[in-house]
Protein backbone atom coordinates (compact mmCIF):
# COMPACT_ATOMS: atom_id res chain seq x y z
CA UNK A 1 0.00 0.00 0.00
CA UNK A 2 1.06 3.75 -0.65
CA UNK A 3 1.62 5.74 2.45
CA UNK A 4 1.39 9.38 2.34
CA UNK A 5 3.72 10.43 4.74
CA UNK A 6 2.46 14.01 5.62
CA UNK A 7 -0.60 12.80 6.50
CA UNK A 8 1.37 10.10 9.34
CA UNK A 9 3.10 13.26 10.37
CA UNK A 10 0.28 14.86 11.04
CA UNK A 11 -1.42 12.24 13.11
CA UNK A 12 1.90 12.63 15.17
CA UNK A 13 1.36 16.15 15.74
CA UNK A 14 -2.05 15.78 16.24
CA UNK A 15 -3.35 17.95 13.07
CA UNK A 16 -2.72 21.61 14.63
CA UNK A 17 -2.61 22.97 11.22
CA UNK A 18 -3.83 22.47 7.91
CA UNK A 19 -1.75 19.81 5.99
CA UNK A 20 -2.01 18.40 2.15
CA UNK A 21 -1.30 14.73 2.20
CA UNK A 22 -1.62 14.15 -1.54
CA UNK A 23 -4.79 14.64 -2.99
CA UNK A 24 -6.61 18.59 -2.95
CA UNK A 25 -8.12 20.41 -2.18
CA UNK A 26 -6.79 21.15 1.12
CA UNK A 27 -8.04 18.82 3.87
CA UNK A 28 -8.88 20.91 6.95
CA UNK A 29 -7.71 19.68 10.52
CA UNK A 30 -9.23 16.92 12.28
CA UNK A 31 -12.54 18.60 14.49
CA UNK A 32 -12.64 18.00 17.76
CA UNK A 33 -15.96 15.76 18.84
CA UNK A 34 -18.80 18.03 19.78
CA UNK A 35 -21.71 16.01 20.96
CA UNK A 36 -24.57 17.88 18.55
CA UNK A 37 -27.35 15.18 18.72
CA UNK A 38 -25.88 13.20 21.87
CA UNK A 39 -28.39 12.67 24.76
CA UNK A 40 -26.53 14.56 27.59
CA UNK A 41 -27.47 10.91 29.53
CA UNK A 42 -27.37 7.96 27.96
CA UNK A 43 -26.65 4.23 28.08
CA UNK A 44 -25.74 1.93 25.12
CA UNK A 45 -23.53 3.20 22.60
CA UNK A 46 -24.09 5.43 18.93
CA UNK A 47 -20.90 3.20 17.62
CA UNK A 48 -21.40 0.23 15.06
CA UNK A 49 -18.09 -0.81 16.25
CA UNK A 50 -18.27 -0.55 19.89
CA UNK A 51 -14.16 0.18 20.39
CA UNK A 52 -11.57 1.53 18.50
CA UNK A 53 -10.36 -1.15 15.69
CA UNK A 54 -7.71 -1.13 13.41
CA UNK A 55 -8.79 -0.19 9.63
CA UNK A 56 -7.26 2.06 7.01
CA UNK A 57 -8.06 5.54 5.78
CA UNK A 58 -8.26 5.97 1.94
CA UNK A 59 -8.04 8.90 -0.86
CA UNK A 60 -9.82 9.12 -4.41
CA UNK A 61 -6.13 8.66 -5.52
CA UNK A 62 -4.87 5.02 -4.45
CA UNK A 63 -3.01 6.48 -1.01
CA UNK A 64 -3.56 4.60 2.37
CA UNK A 65 -2.95 5.06 6.29
CA UNK A 66 -3.71 2.62 8.27
CA UNK A 67 -5.21 4.21 11.98
CA UNK A 68 -7.79 3.22 14.55
CA UNK A 69 -11.43 4.22 13.69
CA UNK A 70 -14.95 3.93 14.90
CA UNK A 71 -18.19 5.09 13.09
CA UNK A 72 -20.66 7.22 15.31
CA UNK A 73 -24.26 6.85 13.95
CA UNK A 74 -26.13 9.83 15.83
CA UNK A 75 -23.43 12.23 14.73
CA UNK A 76 -22.65 10.60 11.30
CA UNK A 77 -18.88 10.99 11.94
CA UNK A 78 -16.10 8.71 11.54
CA UNK A 79 -13.58 9.06 14.91
CA UNK A 80 -9.96 8.54 14.90
CA UNK A 81 -7.96 7.65 18.03
CA UNK A 82 -4.56 9.36 17.69
CA UNK A 83 -1.70 10.21 20.25
CA UNK A 84 -0.36 13.27 21.19
CA UNK A 85 2.25 14.35 23.35
CA UNK A 86 1.55 10.80 25.65
CA UNK A 87 -1.93 11.49 26.01
CA UNK A 88 -4.95 9.59 24.08
CA UNK A 89 -7.42 11.94 22.00
CA UNK A 90 -10.11 10.98 19.92
CA UNK A 91 -10.78 13.35 16.87
CA UNK A 92 -13.32 13.70 14.17
CA UNK A 93 -11.76 12.79 10.59
CA UNK A 94 -12.67 15.23 7.43
CA UNK A 95 -16.01 14.45 6.26
CA UNK A 96 -15.69 14.78 2.48
CA UNK A 97 -16.44 12.75 -0.73
CA UNK A 98 -12.45 11.87 -1.35
CA UNK A 99 -11.78 10.22 1.66
CA UNK A 100 -13.38 6.54 2.41
CA UNK A 101 -12.56 5.01 5.76
CA UNK A 102 -11.99 0.99 6.07
CA UNK A 103 -12.23 -1.07 9.04
CA UNK A 104 -13.14 -4.89 9.25
CA UNK A 105 -14.35 -5.70 5.98
CA UNK A 106 -16.48 -3.37 4.97
CA UNK A 107 -15.93 0.97 4.12
CA UNK A 108 -17.94 3.90 5.08
CA UNK A 109 -18.43 6.08 2.16
CA UNK A 110 -20.00 9.63 1.96
CA UNK A 111 -22.54 9.53 -0.52
CA UNK A 112 -25.75 10.65 -1.66
CA UNK A 113 -28.36 7.79 -3.35
CA UNK A 114 -31.85 7.44 -4.01
CA UNK A 115 -34.12 4.63 -3.06
CA UNK A 116 -36.71 2.86 -5.35
CA UNK A 117 -39.47 4.99 -3.08
CA UNK A 118 -37.82 7.94 -4.34
CA UNK A 119 -36.34 9.02 -1.14
CA UNK A 120 -33.11 10.47 -0.37
CA UNK A 121 -30.14 8.55 1.75
CA UNK A 122 -27.35 11.21 2.50
CA UNK A 123 -24.08 10.63 4.73
CA UNK A 124 -21.85 7.60 5.26
CA UNK A 125 -23.35 4.39 4.43
CA UNK A 126 -21.32 0.67 4.69
CA UNK A 127 -20.23 -0.37 1.55
CA UNK A 128 -20.13 -3.90 1.88
CA UNK A 129 -19.29 -4.87 -2.18
CA UNK A 130 -19.68 -2.78 -5.02
CA UNK A 131 -19.36 -3.64 -8.66
CA UNK A 132 -20.48 -2.84 -12.27
CA UNK A 133 -24.20 -4.44 -11.66
CA UNK A 134 -25.05 -4.49 -8.03
CA UNK A 135 -23.77 -3.22 -4.76
CA UNK A 136 -24.85 -4.10 -1.18
CA UNK A 137 -24.86 -0.94 1.48
CA UNK A 138 -25.81 -0.50 5.19
CA UNK A 139 -27.32 2.66 6.31
CA UNK A 140 -26.61 2.70 10.12
CA UNK A 141 -29.60 4.48 11.77
CA UNK A 142 -29.14 5.41 15.20
CA UNK A 143 -32.46 4.18 17.96
CA UNK A 144 -32.93 6.63 20.78
CA UNK A 145 -35.30 5.31 23.18
CA UNK A 146 -36.49 7.58 26.73
CA UNK A 147 -37.17 5.33 29.82
CA UNK A 148 -38.49 6.67 32.66
CA UNK A 149 -35.53 8.24 34.38
CA UNK A 150 -35.08 10.34 31.46
CA UNK A 151 -31.73 8.17 30.86
CA UNK A 152 -31.37 7.89 26.92
CA UNK A 153 -30.85 3.91 25.09
CA UNK A 154 -28.94 4.58 22.16
CA UNK A 155 -28.12 1.87 19.71
CA UNK A 156 -27.78 1.43 16.10
CA UNK A 157 -29.96 -0.73 13.36
CA UNK A 158 -28.03 -1.14 10.41
CA UNK A 159 -30.85 -0.70 7.01
CA UNK A 160 -29.71 -2.86 4.47
CA UNK A 161 -29.61 -1.88 0.52
CA UNK A 162 -28.98 -3.72 -3.04
CA UNK A 163 -27.67 -1.05 -5.81
CA UNK A 164 -28.86 -1.94 -8.80
CA UNK A 165 -27.70 -1.08 -12.29
CA UNK A 166 -29.00 2.25 -12.74
CA UNK A 167 -27.84 3.22 -8.88
CA UNK A 168 -30.59 3.60 -7.39
CA UNK A 169 -30.92 1.29 -3.73
CA UNK A 170 -33.72 -1.65 -2.99
CA UNK A 171 -34.35 -2.10 0.78
CA UNK A 172 -33.73 -5.12 1.84
CA UNK A 173 -33.40 -8.13 4.45
CA UNK A 174 -30.79 -10.17 4.78
CA UNK A 175 -33.25 -12.87 3.34
CA UNK A 176 -32.84 -15.16 0.58
CA UNK A 177 -36.63 -13.97 -0.80
CA UNK A 178 -35.65 -10.13 -0.28
CA UNK A 179 -32.39 -11.12 -2.74
CA UNK A 180 -34.51 -13.22 -5.01
CA UNK A 181 -36.85 -9.59 -5.81
CA UNK A 182 -34.16 -7.82 -6.67
CA UNK A 183 -31.61 -9.92 -8.89
CA UNK A 184 -32.70 -11.36 -12.08
CA UNK A 185 -34.49 -15.02 -11.58
CA UNK A 186 -31.93 -18.16 -13.14
CA UNK A 187 -31.45 -21.92 -12.35
CA UNK A 188 -27.70 -21.17 -11.34
CA UNK A 189 -29.27 -17.83 -8.45
CA UNK A 190 -31.69 -20.50 -7.34
CA UNK A 191 -28.70 -23.05 -6.95
CA UNK A 192 -26.66 -21.12 -5.32
CA UNK A 193 -29.46 -19.67 -2.54
CA UNK A 194 -30.60 -22.99 -1.81
CA UNK A 195 -26.98 -24.57 -1.15
CA UNK A 196 -25.53 -21.46 0.31
CA UNK A 197 -26.03 -20.61 4.14
CA UNK A 198 -26.79 -16.78 3.92
CA UNK A 199 -27.09 -14.65 7.17
CA UNK A 200 -24.74 -12.00 7.39
CA UNK A 201 -24.02 -8.76 5.16
CA UNK A 202 -20.62 -10.40 4.44
CA UNK A 203 -22.45 -13.87 2.92
CA UNK A 204 -24.65 -11.24 0.46
CA UNK A 205 -22.19 -9.18 -0.27
CA UNK A 206 -20.43 -12.59 -1.59
CA UNK A 207 -23.52 -13.82 -3.24
CA UNK A 208 -23.31 -10.48 -5.69
CA UNK A 209 -19.84 -10.89 -5.91
CA UNK A 210 -19.96 -14.38 -7.29
CA UNK A 211 -23.36 -12.85 -9.26
CA UNK A 212 -20.56 -10.40 -10.83
CA UNK A 213 -18.55 -12.75 -12.14
CA UNK A 214 -21.06 -15.71 -13.33
Do not use: C
Not at 20 to 37: A, D, E, M, R, Y
Amino acid sequence: MKKFTLFLIVLLIANTVSAQVGWKPWIPPFGTHKSLNTPEKFEGSPYVEKEFVKGTILDNKGNSQEALLRYNAIEDIVEIKIHNDGETEVRVLPKIKELSYSVNDYTYVLEEFTTHKGEKINGYLIEYYKGDRYGLYGHPVPKATISQLETAHLDVKIEYYIMTEDGILQNVKLKNRDFRKVLPNSSELNNYLSSTQLKTPQDYAALLKWLHNS
